[in-house]
């Protein structure tokens, strides 16, 4: 996989792992700032070598029994549950997450390709009369299948580089399709040791091909290319827009950015509301799409809340993942911990009340909490990507929800309230893919569906959500007479 003397990491083609010593990306920690291992740029030429490879190995694929490729899956989740440290070592240098949360991530993704196997033996087709239209005699048949779409480009982000890589090529190849896997840039070491526990699980030769590379240099080429057949990404909605517009015909599925509210009314519980808002927000420095990112509170019950979270943030730790497993880490880079102390400055020159946090040091953004947050600031409505929590207050129930709407985002949001007709009516009000209630925005479980909508995401995710987007209705009209 790497070579051991220069840490120079390979790519997975056919089989077999290419080193490539030209064009390198030197991948370096965002802890320290030391190298964690250097990647090849491929070219388009390389490209093209890795999708024509996938394409060739699809066809025979395709007609492999599932219960087949249900035992090779099985077989890539007990492999990443014995190597769960080792690949948790490497995301915590390259990705800085504590060491508890990355090897959670690792057996959590064990788990999630267990259940995918599982869950892709039990999809059946159907068969439909054709006299149960009107006007038709029972004269037809109709019997449907699913087939595989072929080639599924699958593009994982830095935050989740296990998981989140899995969530797509796991579900791509119960469906019968074969994989390209582009990792992020940062998160790419942590991506080729899954792809490596595919290969060593028994997988076919070409099944999943991996290219590692600049988006700036290959990332229009290879979301277009002629014999890629389905585009899965997670990833910015800056990037997720321009996917979607210039692979015009191509199915997609992504999952995009978020801007989610946490909304608290008059008769919730409050310590169970500041509880889950404070793990919302801050878990993973607030790297993740689904995080808390701003707190809509009715006037009735703000002064208290504000309270309660205030005395939360106090078990909200920050520090180096190498010296512990703290709640808030070094941002992935430079420009993400410039971009949140922007944030940060635009809240304080405008007035927000700052409570907790507001300083920096290098990437380390510590845990900040602003109250009596307006409709004019930034970070009312910009994803900070960090941890960052604004607390907007506002009047009433309707006025909460105007706000959440009004955002370009709509991945999630939470409502706080012991009535549940209020529950519902605010769910139905709320203009995103999944309502939480009573607890904090969240991905889980796995089998759920996950999706967004307005600039958060297309399409739906969840294990058999994402095999049947990764496949296609066939039908097969038998005529009897």
Known sequence: MFNTEENIYGNLLNGKWIHNKENLIHIKSPINGELVGSIHAMSREEVDEAINIAKKAQKE???????????????????????????????VLEIAKDNKS?????????DFIRFTAETAENIKGESLPGDSFPGFKNDKISI??????????AISPFNYPVNLAASKIAPALM????????PATQGAISGLYLAKAFKDAGLPDGLINTITG?????????VTHKDTDFVNFTGSSEIGKRISRITEM???????GGKDAAIVLDDADLDLAAKNIVAGAFSYSG?????VKRVLVTDYVSDTLVEKIVEEMKKVTYGSPLEGNFTVGPLIDTKSADFVEGLIKDAVDKGATLLAGGTREGNIIAPTLFDNVTVDMRIAWEEPFGPVLPIIRVRNMEEAI???????????????TKDINKAFYVASKLEVGTVQVNNKTERGPDHFPFLGVKSSGMGVQGIRYSIEAMSRVKATVINLK
């Open 144 to 153: 449907v299948t699913r087939e595989a779409l072929g080639v599924v480009l």
């Open 287 to 291: 790297q993740r799409c689904t995080a």
């Open 61 to 91: 694929w395709a007609l492999v029994p599932t219960n087949e490729k249900s035992k090779i899956l099985h077989n890539v989740a007990d492999l990443l549950e014995e190597r769960a440290e080792e690949i948790a070592k490497i995301m």
């Open 214 to 222: 600049r988006g700036s240099e290959i990332g229009d080429y290879v």
């Open 175 to 182: 469906a019968g399709n074969s994989v390209v896997f582009k």
């Open 402 to 416: 105007k706000i959440a709407n009004e955002s370009e985002y709509g991945l999630q949001s939470s409502i706080f």
């Open 250 to 256: 191509k199915p997609i599925l992504m999952e995009l």
């Open 102 to 110: 990355a090897i959670s991530e690792v057996k959590r993704t064990a």
